[in-house]
């Protein structure tokens, strides 16, 4: 089964400060995404990647931005925290299969913002 | 524009009775549907697909049938389990070369003893 991995798992950060999210897939996946999760709102897309050296913005991009140095890795950087942006993040990675693509979630990082 | 709803933000029920979580959506193109299962503290993971109309599709005791006359993709299982309880989202995905995927908000299922 596909393997994404998240960190951290839980982080807390001041409001203003810079938040790296990180995203590692070792299954050779084209595509990542970052999700953030809400009651009510379910999974929000913040930005994606169809490979390395691509980011593309999601539903909900501002104040997020994403790197995609390699295959592999897919970060999410918050460059000035607000408490708005407390939730938990997804990472996801998925195949290349086009519109039947599954999406393979990490654990997730709880991110608060004081 | 795309979009997906589940009308249920919460269902409750007792163990053995029936399960229906319902998921309808709006689109203007061909798409698959998607229901995600995300238990406490898990990541969501994929419950089940389908793209072929009018055709049943189940796993793990769930079954859901895309219909498109009516656009919906309702989730069911004759008998909940304590075990399923968790957090169900529904998914669309259009086939165009814009691989966005929509996720519903969500139903939480409790399921009872």
């Known amino acids: 089964e596909a393997a994404v991995t998240q960190s951290p798992r839980n982080k807390v950060a001041v409001t203003g400060g810079k938040v790296t999210l990180s995203c590692n897939q070792t299954?050779?996946?084209?595509?990542m995404y970052w999700y953030r999760q809400d009651t009510g709102h379910g999974l929000r897309l913040i930005h994606y990647s169809y490979g390395a050296g691509s980011t593309e913005k999601g539903d909900i991009p501002d104040g997020y931005k994403a790197s995609r140095p390699s295959q592999e890795n897919f970060s999410l950087i918050l460059e000035l925290a607000t408490p708005s942006q407390t939730s938990v993040y997804f990472c996801?990675?998925?195949?290349?299969?086009?519109?039947?693509?599954?999406?393979?979630f990490g654990s997730g990082t709880r991110l608060t913002v004081l | 524009g795309d979009s997906v709803t589940q009308t249920e933000g919460l269902v409750t029920l007792t163990e053995g009775l029936p399960v229906m979580l319902n998921c309808t959506y709006q689109?203007?193109?061909?798409?698959?549907l998607f229901w995600y299962v995300q238990h406490l503290n898990e990541a969501p993971k994929l419950l089940l697909k389908s793209s072929t109309d009018n055709k049943r599709t189940e796993h793990q005791g769930f079954h859901a049938t895309l219909h498109k006359s009516s656009s919906s993709f309702h989730l069911q299982k004759s008998s909940a389990q304590l075990s399923d309880s968790a957090l169900y989202y529904c998914a669309l995905r259009k086939r165009n070369n814009n691989n966005r995927i929509f996720f519903g908000d969500g139903t939480q299922l409790v399921v009872k003893p």
């Open positions: 299954n050779n996946h084209n595509n």
């Open positions: 689109t203007a193109y061909s798409t698959f």
């Open positions: 996801a990675s998925g195949e290349t299969g086009g519109s039947a693509e599954t999406l393979y």
